[in-house]
């Protein structure tokens, strides 16, 4: 079982940026990809990025593209996603997950809230 961590939610003003990590522990860790996702009130959890682990390669939503960076550090195991230009319309709670093998998000967080005043 792998435990993920996230954390760096909190309440800022629209055009503002906050970054969120993901701490992951456990057995050891080893992933095909990690991704982010957020839950508006009211609404369908949403996949917002994603992270291929070893490659690196990243894929955007494109309600954040060019707004969110997704990216991680191997030797923390934490993946990262940095956001910038927040609007109102992102305001919900994010969850990052974990794929250890391409064959599904097995793993989840607890979420962190991200609220964005207009």
């Known amino acids: 079982q792998v435990q993920l961590v996230e954390s760096g939610g909190g309440l800022v003003q629209a055009g503002g940026s906050l970054r969120l990590s993901c701490a992951a522990s456990?057995?050891?860790?080893?992933?095909?990809?990690m991704a982010w996702f957020r839950q508006a009130p009211g609404k369908a959890r949403e996949f917002v990025a994603i992270?291929?682990?070893?490659?690196?390669?990243?894929y955007y939503a494109n309600s954040v593209k060019g707004r969110f960076t997704i990216s991680r550090d191997n030797t923390k195991n934490t993946v990262y996603l940095q956001m910038n230009s927040l609007k109102p319309e992102d305001t919900a709670v994010y969850y990052c997950?974990?794929?250890?093998?391409?064959?599904?998000?097995?793993?989840w967080g607890q979420g962190t809230q991200v609220t964005v005043s207009s």
């Open positions: 456990g057995r050891t860790f080893s992933s095909y990809a």
């Open positions: 997950a974990a794929d250890p093998n391409g064959t599904g998000w097995k793993d």
């Open positions: 992270i291929i682990w070893n490659a690196g390669n990243t």
